[in-house]
């Protein structure tokens, strides 16, 4: 065992050949729909936090504002149907991956 390891650190060493591929945008709208808890067909940054957790973001409070930012066209605080392909561009851009 390295020092290293002996002191309870561990490195992995990924393959990029071998990562899961990226997200499709079809996959990421209906991953986004999924969390549309109350069925309002809009979806709240608090529903948007938790999808952004559920793709993997290691920060998903911050993105939830950010996509708000990117795709609330109106200002309404929430994502509506009109604005749910901005919302889904900006996760694509970013990038996120299958589990």
Avoid: W
Wanted: with cysteine; aromatic share 12%.
């Amino acid at each position: 065992m390295s020092l290293l390891g002996g002191l309870g650190l561990h490195f992995h060493f990924h393959n990029k050949s071998a990562e899961a591929p990226p997200l499709t945008k079809a996959q990421l709208e209906k991953i986004f729909m999924k969390f549309d808890t109350n069925g309002d067909k809009c979806l709240s940054r608090a529903e948007m936090k938790k999808a952004f957790n559920y793709i993997g973001s290691n920060f998903p409070g911050f993105r939830a504002t950010q996509a708000l930012k990117y795709a609330d066209a109106n200002g309404d605080g929430q994502i509506d149907m009109q604005e749910l392909d901005d919302l889904v561009n900006y996760a694509h851009k970013v990038g996120y991956n299958m589990k």
